[in-house]
């Protein structure tokens, strides 16, 4: 598979390059090699971008909400056809085993344009009886959007940015994360075959001063962000001049909370789910996991032999089920940890260290013992770290659950229900679990509160974050004026 695209940026329907702007290598995190290189986008190519969605999005706007609809849907059909290039694309730009690419990456892009295709004709105002005069509201598009991602998840958040945006009748202009640049220019040729305008969907290539530079353009209303709680500060910061609607996805340090009743097996699942899946590179992940005093020990010992049993390999062979670190830059991040977290005392049960063999891989990491003030859990690590505390009582592991500036997920293992949704009610965050973790079903919410976030992508929450409702009152009779 050829992975040099036919350009770096796909503006106003197709593929553009201008090699003036800083490369962007791709380098395929198992070998280290490179597989391809791109070109930052320079201004002339943002300004290329922006003027093409400014002037799409008029026309896009007149399409009846179904008609986008039908195109949303239509580009589901074709990834959920294409799923295996696109999975083997984003194992390639990753570095994620292809058996998670199969199933959680097109497939949550596809779910996401199904989902928001569908719901676009049903995306109406509402009429306000008064009596004999009435209020009528309109949902309007907020216009040119700029969608930045992150590098972990490169097709699902354009197509969880794209769905709801395009449905609402706004147009795009998506720049991927620097480390992961390839998908998000398929999403882009799919939309066009499946017969979206040209420029209402556009892709920008570029690092973090090409972002910014999308983000203060004067012709851009609204800017969705995925990514660290660092940029999300300064992006909503710059979103802010010039008082632009945003949605911020951001990262969190969320606890995984195991009951002494749970069934210890799904527990072990969960917090495997919540730790390793994608080689712990999840923003939603469970990375403090609380466990019960009196089942610790039980815990560790099962979920140590589970974890002996994972296949760490190349991520292109089917029974690998951990690759490696995204780059060479967040391998040394979470080698840093694994660091702090032996010298903060923490025991450590299984990995703690980098793997002897090419590429940027580490270990699935568990540590137990560990106390709330150390780094390991305060900090988020983006890598395969389990950070294993125990409790005693609910009151008690619901209070250092919250101590946390952040609030993106939360998880409950417990047999006991009314607990669990007690505790849950309880919890800071805002997508949580019960005997469960880290489904996304596209019908669902997601996003964090307190410092994980502002606003919710998918589910009908996310139109509220991608439209502005006009409302306009009617007068029947004649206006009564003072004088
Ligand atoms: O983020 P970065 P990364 C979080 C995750 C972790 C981080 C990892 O928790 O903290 O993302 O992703 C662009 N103006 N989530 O390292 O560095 C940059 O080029 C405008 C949360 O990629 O913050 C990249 O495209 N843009 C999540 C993007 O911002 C700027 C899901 C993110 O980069 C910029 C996944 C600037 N000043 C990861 N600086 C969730 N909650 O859904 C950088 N960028």
């Not at 979206?196 to 209303?221: C, E, H, I, S």
């Not at 939603?284 to 466990?291: A, E, H, K, L, Y």
Request: charged share 20%; aromatic share 8%.
């Amino acid at each position: 598979m050829t992975v040099q695209p036919k350009g770096s940026h796909f503006i106003n329907g197709a593929y553009v390059e201008d090699t003036a702007g800083d490369a962007i290598p791709v380098v395929f995190a198992a070998t280290g090699d490179t597989l391809a290189t791109l070109h930052a986008g320079t201004p002339a190519i943002i300004d290329q971008a922006l003027t093409a969605a400014h002037a799409a999005q008029k026309d896009w706007a007149t399409w009846s909400p179904r008609e986008r609809g039908r195109v949303l849907t239509r580009a589901a059909q074709i990834m959920r056809e294409r799923n295996e290039d696109l999975s083997q694309l984003e194992t390639l730009d990753t570095g994620k085993p292809i058996q998670e690419t199969r199933v959680a990456d097109a497939t949550s892009g596809a779910d996401a344009l199904e989902y928001f295709g569908g719901l676009a004709g049903s995306l109406t105002g509402e009429h306000i009886p008064l009596g004999e005069d009435w209020v009528y509201t309109v949902r309007e598009p907020l216009g040119v959007c700029v969608g930045i991602g992150a590098w972990n998840y490169p097709t699902q958040i354009a197509c969880w940015k794209a769905a709801p945006a395009l449905a609402c009748g706004n147009a795009m202009v998506f720049k991927p994360s620097e480390t992961t640049p390839l998908c998000a220019l398929k999403v882009a040729e799919i939309l066009i075959e499946a017969g979206l305008p040209k420029g209402v969907f556009n892709v920008v290539q570029g690092m973090g001063q090409t972002g910014a530079q999308l983000v203060t353009d004067p012709r851009v209303d609204k800017v969705s962000l995925t990514g660290s709680p660092a940029t999300g500060k300064k992006v909503y910061a710059a979103a802010a001049a010039e008082m632009k609607h945003v949605t911020m996805e951001l990262g969190g340090k969320s606890p995984m909370i195991v009951f002494d009743d749970a069934d210890i097996e799904n527990a072990v699942g969960g917090a495997i789910l919540g730790n390793f899946y994608s080689s712990g590179q999840i923003c939603s992940n469970g990375t403090r996991v609380f466990v019960h005093k009196s089942i610790k020990e039980k815990f560790l010992a099962r979920l140590a032999e589970r974890t002996a049993q994972a296949v760490i390999g190349d991520p292109r062979e089917d029974e690998t089920s951990i690759g490696p670190m995204v780059s060479e830059a967040q391998m040394n991040i979470v080698l840093g940890y694994l660091d702090k977290g032996k010298a903060d005392g923490a025991r450590l049960i299984c990995g703690g260290t980098r793997l002897d063999r090419d590429g940027f891989y580490i270990a699935p990491t568990v540590f137990a013992d560990v106390t709330d003030d150390m780094t390991i859990a305060r900090e988020e690590i983006f890598g395969p770290v389990m950070a294993v505390l125990d409790f005693e009582d609910e009151a008690e592991v619901i209070a250092r659950a919250n101590d946390t500036p952040y609030g993106l997920a939360a998880g409950v293992f417990t047999k006991d229900i009314s607990r669990a949704h007690r505790v849950i009610g309880q919890l800071q965050a805002g997508s949580c679990f019960i005997n469960s973790y880290n489904d996304a079903p596209v019908e669902a919410p997601f996003g964090g509160v307190k410092a994980s976030g502002v606003g919710r992508e998918n589910s009908k929450q996310a139109i509220e974050h991608y439209s502005q409702m006009k409302s306009v009152y009617v007068r029947m009779g004649d206006v009564e004026a003072p004088f």
